[in-house]
């Protein structure tokens, strides 16, 4: 499986961009699918998440603001995030997970100016 994210970019302080993962290969082995973020000198944490069935988890501090969400018919899945926040500042990386393996995406850079 091969994941592409972009999206990113440079925003103000209460800005939005939506961020898109196209995925391709034996995509049919993907359950999961998910949204992580690293800032410098920060672990990688989990942004918000979704499975086949469309149930979808969020970290607290992004609920209410960010939305994941797939289009199986593209093969792609989505973050919106809205009221950004200079603490969203990171590179944001698309992942999938198969029944033994987790694929990751290259990343894609978000900056929120504050």
């Known amino acids: 499986v091969q994941l592409q994210a972009s999206g990113g970019g440079l925003v103000q302080t209460g800005g939005s961009l939506r961020l898109s993962c196209a995925a391709s290969?034996?995509?049919?082995?993907?359950?999961?699918m998910a949204w992580y973020r690293q800032a410098p000198g920060n672990q990688r944490e989990l942004v918000a998440a979704i499975t086949t069935g469309g149930s979808t988890n969020y970290a607290v501090s992004v609920k209410g603001r960010f939305t994941i969400s797939r289009d199986n018919t593209k093969n792609t899945l989505y973050l919106q995030t809205n009221t950004l926040k200079p603490e969203d500042t990171a590179v944001y990386y698309c992942a999938a997970f198969g029944a033994t393996t987790a694929y990751w995406g290259q990343g894609t850079q978000v900056t929120v100016s504050s």
């Open positions: 290969g034996s995509i049919f082995s993907i359950s999961a």
